[in-house]
């Protein structure tokens, strides 16, 4: 360990030369002469040089001088590949992503760590572009995708798009596989410029409309870990069933609370349950508890290493892939009905005007009295359903106040010009094999809102806290829309009438909010909030307060939902660290070290966990509407590009009219106004415009969906 300490500081030692003032090139050997290196250690001294050039920290000229990277205009980052061969470069160092042309991208593949170097700098509405000098690391090492057979050998068509070139696979790398096998490939060659990587079949997941496959590529695809390790079974193996009385000492007595969960009807993984009460003052006191997940994965073990890889769970069409196994998520950690539980709880006193006066954060034991669901709480407050009404008259009047209470929080949040992004989502109905039976927007209703509301204000509070102890944390973040976006945003609106004023250059919050409260009920409402939605920077972890843009909060924090999500889990055991006293300064120094490492790596998991549920969505998206061709459907323009205009279906679903299929005019898209003009027609269409579609082609294997508009069909 010594060695590599010392290996490690002559490693910055050179680095810090070549990159000083005064330093001028030259080779190897001088740079080993001026830092006086003895001949003896000559070996350890080439071998750190070449882990620099190889790390693209330093580059070796032709004439074979060592250089720092900048001062030949080069620097590292991580590269995106587009479909059309072409791509981007996401700078290590962070700013704008750097455009690569396609016969500059020096053989890089999707997600590559590379050298670059710029070749034309950035101006205000032009990315900067630059040239691949060098791989430093490859990103991707196993693909999933379709295998075609050819004579004597075949190729695999990669799912992900941004893997631009099939993969030749050699007929002794074929495992046996056929003609429309989804395929796992090990990468064994990456091929150059010019050729195709090359491949070996590592793994059939099954024939391409075998049941199940499609989802199952997805999983591989994204190397999603769908068993845990035998150790982590081990450990649980004796877990109890019910909670321990020994484990219910020392915590705060809740069970005497009238307390209830809220879900929806087919969730196993209950993390939260509420209870409200009035003061004598007339204040709500809104206790929101979350199960006490750290109690059972305590730090260290293979378990919570597990759940940490994991990151969340995730929840595809057909599944969910739990952080968690489900003897915990389904059983001692789920806050179920009328059973003990261990909870964290945050108590709060809220005004009439929304204000949380004061909070108490304890660890404590609750007993649900009953697990409701968001549909039967909208028909309790809806539409007074008298059956329901008689089943649970013992909880009435509680969320009779639950609902006024969620009302002064919303419009609270609503004053402060917290933006509210509803989104239809998907609700995909499978029948038992699998395939797509139902596709409608998921409801969002009072009930669903009342938890969201709840939640929100429970995140704030213990976030608020946290800061003010200045202890170790890992925040929610969301940082303001950047520049160019906001422009392109601006631009936009305003050929729907819409205008977003600023403040000294800067946008607050409330301006968007305006805007999509002026845009609600109308026509347009889906395509403004969706571009609105598209300027926003997207939420991250963060060791640091930055504050949410979005909820126009100052200080947030997942709390609430430890048994799915990392961020939660470690915030559970930080904040039970200071409610025992045992943040040291040693403690405290650890975790600031390792904070911004680990909120990088859940915001990692949480791209992933985004990308996975997307993809299966839209394969189902695609596989439904697989026997609906020739039929015409209303929808809206969602999109347009200078290939294609796309709609949108009121059940979620969106395809594409390539604009190469509309033969009645030559047609070009106008990006400024967000539009497409027949040349000669001078027919338009753009964004937010009523359409009639009919389907003319899905392509399960390409996941697309065409279509063509009604008129055009005549």
């Known amino acids: 360990m010594e060695q590599n300490n010392t290996l490690e500081e002559r490693k910055k030692k050179i680095l810090g030369y070549i990159e000083s003032e005064n330093y001028i090139s030259m080779k190897r050997k001088e740079v080993r002469q001026m830092l006086s290196v003895p001949d003896s250690d000559r070996e350890i001294f080439e071998g750190l040089v070449l882990e620099l050039v190889n790390e693209g920290k330093v580059v070796e000229t032709k004439k074979g001088k060592l250089v720092a990277p900048k001062t030949l205009n080069m620097f590292t980052g991580v590269f995106t590949a587009h479909a059309k061969g072409f791509g981007f470069v996401t700078p290590a160092e962070g700013g704008q992503d750097i455009f690569i042309s396609a016969n500059e991208t020096g053989g890089a593949m999707q997600k590559d760590r590379v050298l670059y170097k710029i070749i034309r700098s950035g101006e205000k509405d032009k990315k900067a572009e630059g040239v691949i000098i060098k791989v430093l690391e490859r990103g991707i090492v196993r693909v999933v995708g379709l295998y075609e057979q050819s004579k004597g050998f075949g190729f695999v068509i990669a799912d992900d798009k941004k893997v631009a070139k099939d993969i030749f696979i050699a007929k002794e790398n074929a495992k046996g596989a056929v003609n429309g096998h989804k395929v796992v490939v090990e990468i064994i060659n990456y091929g150059e410029e010019r050729r195709n990587p090359e491949g070996r079949i590592i793994e059939i997941l099954g024939h391409i409309n075998d049941p199940g496959v499609d989802i199952l590529s997805v999983i591989y695809q994204y190397d999603l870990a769908v068993e845990f390790p035998e150790q982590v079974y081990s450990e649980i193996e004796n877990l109890e069933t019910e909670v321990l009385e020994k484990d219910k000492e020392g915590r705060e007595d809740l069970r005497g609370l009238l307390t209830i969960t809220i ?24 206790g929101v508890h979350i199960a006490d997940v750290t109690h059972y994965v305590r730090e260290q073990t293979a378990l919570d290493q597990e759940a940490y890889a994991r990151g969340t769970s995730v929840y595809l069409v057909d599944r969910v892939i739990p952080m968690l196994p489900h003897k915990l998520s389904n059983g001692i950690c789920s806050l179920n009905p009328h059973t003990d ?16 006066l004061s909070h108490k954060i304890c660890e404590s034991v609750i007993f649900s009295d009953y697990r409701m669901t968001y549909s039967a709480v909208r028909e309790i407050l809806e539409d007074k359903t008298p059956a329901l009404l008689e089943k649970y008259k013992e909880i009435l009047s509680m969320l009779n106040m639950m609902n006024e209470l969620r009302e002064i929080l919303g419009e609270k949040r609503r004053k402060r010009g917290s933006v509210n992004f509803d989104l239809p989502e998907s609700k995909i109905i499978l029948d038992d094999q699998g395939k797509p039976i139902e596709i409608r927007p998921y409801e969002r209703s009072i009930a669903t809102n009342l938890i969201e509301e709840f939640m929100l204000v429970c ?59 002026e845009a609600e009920g109308t026509e347009q409402e889906r395509i403004i909030t969706r571009m609105v939605l598209r300027s926003m920077m997207q939420a991250r972890y963060s060791a640091d307060n930055l504050g949410h843009f979005g909820l126009a909060a100052k200080y947030y924090c997942h709390f609430t939902s430890p048994i799915r999500r990392y961020p939660d889990l470690q915030i559970h055991r930080l904040l039970k660290k200071m409610l025992h006293g045992e943040m040291g300064e040693t403690q405290i120094r650890e975790y600031h070290k390792q904070m911004p490492d680990r909120a990088k790596h859940c915001s990692m998991r949480e791209r992933i966990a985004d990308d996975a549920e997307r993809d299966t969505e839209q394969l189902k998206k695609v596989e439904y509407m697989e026997d609906k061709i020739g039929q015409a459907f209303e929808g809206i323009i969602s999109g347009v590009t200078n290939w294609g205009i796309y709609v ?12 190469a299929m509309l033969d009645d005019d030559y047609y070009e898209f106008d990006e400024k106004n967000m539009l497409v003009f027949g040349r000669r027609s001078g027919k338009i269409y753009r964004l937010g415009d009523k359409a009639t579609v009919v389907v003319a082609k899905v392509s399960k294997e390409l996941g697309t969906i065409d279509f063509l508009f009604e008129d055009s069909e005549e």
């Open 263 to 286: 879900d929806g009807e087919d969730a196993k993984d209950l993390d939260d349950a509420v209870s409200l009460t009035k003061t004598e003052t007339g204040n709500y006191l809104l």
């Open 459 to 517: 995140n704030e509070t213990v976030a608020e806290n946290a800061f003010w102890q200045e202890i170790p944390f890992m925040y929610r973040t969301h940082l303001e829309p950047d520049e160019e976006k906001l422009q392109r945003m601006e631009q936009f609106i305003r050929g729907f009438g819409y205008h977003v004023r600023k403040k000294d250059g800067e946008i607050h919050p409330r301006e968007i909010q305006r805007v999509l409260l």
């Open 648 to 659: 949108e279906l009121p059940n979620t679903i969106e395809g594409m009219i390539a604009l």
């Open 341 to 356: 539980r261990l909870a964290m709880s945050c108590l709060m006193e809220i005004d009439g005007k929304g204000n949380v």
